[in-house]
């Protein structure tokens, strides 16, 4: 069993930073592919859009709405993710989920299951 936990979300005015961070604990496959997703509202998965992913051999591949404003690592000891988002847009703004090994990551191998975390707020204000 794997456990995703998400860190630092909050409020910034547009042009600002947050950082956010993605804990896993338990049994992470040598082969994954991890990444970040955000959607309007914790409610709201229609609408879900894929913003980053990075494969287990350090591939990393953003959408085009975040590339080069965000930027991925990964501390391979601690098993942890960090999201660097710069220059944030009031269209940043919704809920933020750390995903391990689900399907619709671009670089997953896998057709069904994985790990979610529980998602975290980033709001941008004007």
């Known amino acids: 069993q794997v456990q995703l936990v998400e860190s630092g979300g909050g409020s910034v005015q547009s042009g600002g930073s947050l950082r956010l961070s993605c804990a896993a604990s338990?049994?992470?496959?040598?082969?994954?592919?991890m990444g970040w997703f955000r959607q309007a509202t914790q409610e709201s998965q229609h609408g879900r859009e894929g913003?980053?992913?990075?494969?287990?051999?350090?591939?990393?591949t953003y959408s085009d709405n975040v590339k080069g404003r965000f930027t991925l690592s990964r501390d391979n000891v601690n098993n942890t993710l960090y999201l660097q988002m710069n220059d944030l847009k009031i269209p940043d703004t919704g809920v933020y989920l750390c995903?391990?090994?689900?399907?619709?990551?671009?670089?997953?191998?896998?057709?069904?299951?994985?790990?979610w975390g529980q998602g975290i707020q980033v709001t941008v204000s004007s």
């Open positions: 338990g049994y992470i496959p040598i082969i994954h592919c």
């Open positions: 913003i980053v992913t990075i494969s287990s051999d350090g591939r990393i």
């Open positions: 995903a391990l090994d689900v399907p619709d990551l671009w670089c997953s191998q896998r057709r069904s299951g994985g790990y």
